[in-house]
């Protein structure tokens, strides 16, 4: 396993730090109650207080719920919205260009910039619209939607008008049972692209992820298929190798893992990796859970009824994963998990959309960002590089390049000086970069 703290030195500097936690830390879940059939969660600052608020769907109910946050981790009372209309998610965005934010379920619901939204106004998006994703497809400076059509092999993109009311969808084939729906720009263009995770109950035969690249004018090109994943439900993008290429991740539903498939940068990947997580994982997110500047994974598993978050080690490898409970797992059933910073500290929280419990669970961030505290001081025609003693089975090691794939060693001994561990190296480098290295 690899653990990475990076520090970047220029030799002009007096003094670097960079803080992580060697292991995902959260508080205990508190829930807020939403509606029957949570099924999904979004966030976004609907009332322009610089606080984030949350916006649940609840399908059984037939109901959006949106909970105001009071800006310390803590939610008011969920308010009530729609009807009518079978809501499975819900995606923030200002559609009508107010700069206010507003709903799509697929439905629009316009934010009034005070917390409130108004009616829903239909938008056809084709047979059973599940998840959706924003963004600006045709690069015309309005947004657009993409939405997965469950039940079916298709994922429908509706192209905003500006005014908060969108054109006839026009539907691309992906695989069958598409399940929800990602944006990404996989091969470098500045087009959007697409990934859209299928399987077809009683059939695992049909089990891919399906890349749709993007032409920039809010068409799609055929999908391609990658695999092999086990029932993928649900996708999440990042550079998680940091070579500047995009990169996914995919919740496998009946295998208890997660799939991670880097990008070559042109539209294709490699291989899938898979690393484990909880039973069923529903519902994958990405976000740099620990503060060492890497993108990591956490995961909703309905089986198991708890969050799993896998650190990232830097190379586009992760770490064995970390569970935290949200309550009885029978009764949670967790289906969405959703990143925010919810009580301003820096450090990204997350909200659970559980659909049995019909509450959102949100969990406090509790890593101790000075943990590793890795600090290099110049000294005379020296530098000294030095961090705390609990870290002292972490091998200190150093590059010319932050990108760089060659990090050697620092073949001296680390000394102690005052409850830290401290190597001192010669001012020979016009930059530096130095990290701690877990074997």
């Known amino acids: 396993m690899v653990s990475a703290v ?5 030799l002009h500097n007096e003094l670097a730090q960079a803080d992580g936690c060697p292991a995902p830390s959260f508080a205990p879940a508190v829930n807020y109650q939403t509606g029957s059939g949570c099924w999904s969660v979004a966030v976004g600052d609907f009332n322009g207080d610089g606080k984030l608020d949350l916006a649940a769907a609840n399908s059984y109910t ?62 056809a998006a084709g ?40 054109q006839k969808a026009v539907s691309y084939g992906a695989g069958w049972d598409s399940q929800s729906v990602a944006v990404g720009d996989f091969n470098g263009d500045g087009n959007p692209d697409l990934a859209v995770p299928s399987y077809a109950i009683g059939d695992f035969k049909i089990n891919a992820v399906s890349i749709l690249l993007g032409n920039g004018d809010g ?14 439900v649900a996708v999440a993008s990042g550079d998680f190798n940091r070579d500047g290429k995009l990169d996914f991740a995919v919740a496998n539903n009946n295998s ?14 490699q291989h899938a990796v898979n690393y484990g997580t909880g039973i069923g994982p529903r519902w994958i997110v990405t976000a740099d859970f620990n503060s060492d500047g890497h993108l990591d994974l956490a995961s909703a598993n309905e089986g198991s009824g708890d969050i799993y ?52 669970s949100v969990l406090l961030n509790t890593c101790a960002s000075a ?54 190296v010669p001012l020979d480098q016009g930059q530096r970069y130095f990290r701690l290295h877990k074997p």
């Open 309 to 360: 978050v896998l650190l990232n080690n830097g190379d586009g490898g992760f770490q064995i994963a970390v569970n935290f409970a949200l309550g009885v797992p029978q009764e949670v059933v967790p289906r969405w998990v959703a990143v925010g910073d919810f009580n301003g500290d820096g450090k990204p929280d997350l909200a659970v959309a559980n659909e049995r419990s019909g509450n959102v």
């Open 219 to 232: 068409t799609f090109q055929s999908a391609v298929d990658y695999g092999p994943v086990d029932l993928p």
């Open 62 to 123: 037939q109901k959006l719920s949106v909970l105001l946050g009071n800006g310390d981790g803590t939610f008011q009372t969920a308010v009530g919205y729609g009807a009518g209309s079978y809501y499975q998610s819900v995606a923030v965005g200002d559609f009508n260009g107010d700069g206010n934010p507003d709903l799509a379920v697929p439905s629009v619901m316009l934010g009034n910039g005070d917390g409130t939204f108004q009616a829903p106004v239909s938008s």
């Open 127 to 166: 047979t059973h619209p599940g998840p959706l994703a924003v963004a600006d497809f045709n690069r015309d400076g309005k947004l657009d939607l993409a939405v997965a059509n469950i039940y079916t092999d298709q994922v429908s993109v509706l192209l905003g008008d500006g005014d908060g009311t969108f």
């Open 371 to 424: 943990g590793v505290n890795l600090v290099a001081a110049r000294r005379n025609n020296a530098l000294t590089v030095s961090w705390p003693l609990p870290y002292t089975n972490f091998v200190l090691e150093s590059a010319t390049n932050l990108g760089s794939r060659n990090w050697q060693g620092i073949s001296k001994e680390s000394t102690t000086n005052n409850g830290r561990c401290e190597v001192t």
């Open 256 to 269: 208890r893992d997660v799939s991670v498939l880097l990008g070559k940068g042109d539209g294709t990947f």
């Open 6 to 10: 990076l520090l970047s030195f220029l």
